[in-house]
């Protein structure tokens, strides 16, 4: 479909909450009018009904909550489809504590440019996380790997013809693999330069080449188990980008080693990532 009038572009928002606090109020309210719906789906196990009620009356959203931890592809999979039988075009992907700079959306929708519905998967924000600057006066769009999942745009015709999100990951890499997954496929992945979105990764601290984030243990266990499977699936079609992610993984361990605490719990549950992805083992960790 040729020359969309972005004022016809109808984009959904959801946002996955885990055990949040009040501060998401906030956080929400930095977007939720550059959307035309959202929908909160809440992972927690124990589901903050007083929350609910100040989410549905201030910003209109629509509540999805079972009272246990789906994980952060099953919860973008349910949004997705709801969003795709309500007729909507676009799915704008948050974390409870990302946060949107004014006309984020709308710097973001500029770059779509025609026939966006077959050529574009995903348009991402600049993320400012602590690690790196804003990126200043770059061109407005520019091509991008495997951006992180918040503040994304997925185009949902893009989504119905690559599939769901693998909610066998449960947690972390769902991103690095759908990006690729939709490369794959012969979409882009862009980057709005102009779109800004603060977003917290971790206890995140830069010391010289290193960025130490401070995950938890069990973070370490998923990123590495799922790390091993995007290897392990996409190394043939885009090898520059694994050899990258392994040099990226060795400095991991490295920041580890030097800056981070829990030093053999982290390696110890990197290793039985990397031992589950050899059995295939994947969904919640079992212990």
């Known amino acids: 479909m040729k020359g969309d009038r972005l004022a016809d572009i109808r984009t959904a928002g959801v946002v996955v909450l885990y055990r949040p606090d009040s501060s998401v109020l906030d956080a929400v309210a930095s977007y939720r009018h550059q959307v035309h719906e959202l929908i909160v789906v809440d992972n927690s196990e124990e589901?903050?009904?007083?929350?609910?009620?100040?989410?549905?009356?201030?910003?209109?959203?629509?509540?999805?909550?079972?009272?246990?931890?789906?994980?952060?592809?099953?919860?973008?999979?349910?949004?997705?489809?709801?969003?795709?039988?309500?007729?909507?075009?676009?799915?704008?992907?948050?974390?409870?504590?990302?946060?949107?700079?004014?006309?984020?959306?709308?710097?973001?929708?500029?770059?779509?440019?025609?026939?966006?519905?077959?050529?574009?998967?995903?348009?991402?924000?600049?993320?400012?996380?602590?690690?790196?600057?804003?990126?200043?006066?770059?061109?407005?769009?520019?091509?991008?790997?495997?951006?992180?999942?918040?503040?994304?745009?997925?185009?949902?015709?893009a989504f119905r013809e690559a599939g769901p999100f693998r909610d066998d990951f449960f947690i972390d890499f769902v991103d690095n693999e759908y990006c690729l997954r939709l490369r794959k496929k012969g979409f882009q992945v862009i980057r709005a330069n102009r779109a800004l979105l603060h977003h917290r990764v971790g206890d995140l601290r830069r010391y010289g080449p290193f960025v130490a984030t401070h995950h938890s243990p069990l973070r370490r266990?998923?990123?590495?188990?799922?790390?091993?499977?995007?290897?392990?699936?996409?190394?043939?079609?885009?090898?520059?980008?694994?050899?990258?992610?392994?040099?990226?993984?060795?400095?991991?361990?490295a920041s580890i080693l030097i800056f981070e605490r829990e030093k053999t719990a982290k390696l110890r549950m990197m290793w039985r990532g990397f031992l589950d992805f050899r059995r295939g083992r994947f969904g919640p960790y079992g212990g």
């Open 47 to 157: 589901q903050d009904h007083e929350l609910h009620s100040r989410l549905r009356d201030r910003f209109g959203a629509t509540i999805v909550g079972e009272g246990r931890n789906l994980g952060i592809a099953a919860a973008l999979n349910r949004a997705a489809r709801e969003a795709l039988a309500e007729g909507f075009d676009l799915l704008l992907t948050m974390d409870q504590d990302s946060r949107a700079e004014p006309g984020m959306v709308e710097q973001m929708l500029a770059c779509l440019g025609s026939d966006w519905r077959d050529r574009v998967g995903i348009v991402a924000p600049f993320h400012l996380t602590g690690a790196r600057p804003a990126p200043g006066g770059t061109t407005p769009c520019s091509d991008v790997m495997t951006p992180m999942t918040s503040g994304c745009l997925v185009n949902l015709a």
């Open 221 to 253: 266990y998923y990123k590495t188990r799922n790390r091993c499977a995007v290897f392990a699936e996409y190394l043939r079609d885009f090898p520059a980008h694994c050899l990258f992610d392994l040099v990226r993984l060795g400095k991991e361990v």
